[in-house]
């Protein structure tokens, strides 16, 4: 299981990460540790690789993601991560050992960055942000 926060700027830009074990960026987040509730671990891995320790928002989705070669199948949650002031973002410091660094995106732009499967998941939690729902999703797209 895992667990990630959809950030924004002012702007509506998307906060992305860069990871340095990974060709693709992300949203801050990560993996579910044992005992760990995917709230607790949302906030300790945004804090880990953002350096911001903030309250999260509500669900936005919860994605069922099939196994690739070096994942097994999990379960992702994504939190609203709410939007970020510009103290905020002047405060943002990342790991080198972790991350590369990180940018803000516009949303016509994230799917250059991501896989396809997190761009898929980024644009309905967009969604869910509009309407209010949680985004069921199978794979990155809504379950129908």
């Known amino acids: 299981m895992a667990a990630g926060a959809l950030c924004r ?4 830009q ?11 960026w992300d949203v801050p987040g990560g993996v579910v540790e044992a005992e ?11 804090a880990e690789e953002i350096g911001l ?3 999260l928002g509500r669900v936005l989705a919860v994605d069922w993601a099939p ?6 199948e999990g379960l992702v ?3 609203d991560g709410g939007v970020l002031r510009p103290s905020d973002i002047a405060a943002i410091t990342v790991p080198a050992d972790e991350l590369d660094g990180f940018a803000f995106v516009r ?3 994230v799917a250059a960055r991501v896989r396809p499967i997190v761009a898929r998941r980024i644009q309905a939690c967009l969604s869910a942000l509009d309407t209010g729902a949680v985004a069921a999703l199978d794979d990155g797209s809504p379950i129908t």
């Open 36 to 46: 760990e509730s995917p709230h607790a671990a949302c906030r300790r891995e945004v």
């Open 77 to 79: 949650v994504i939190y």
């Open 67 to 72: 196994s690739q070669p070096d994942y097994p």
């Open 107 to 109: 949303p016509d732009q």
């Open 9 to 12: 700027d002012q702007a509506g």
């Open 53 to 55: 320790n903030r309250p």
């Open 14 to 24: 998307i906060l992305l990460v860069d990871p340095v074990y990974r060709d693709t």
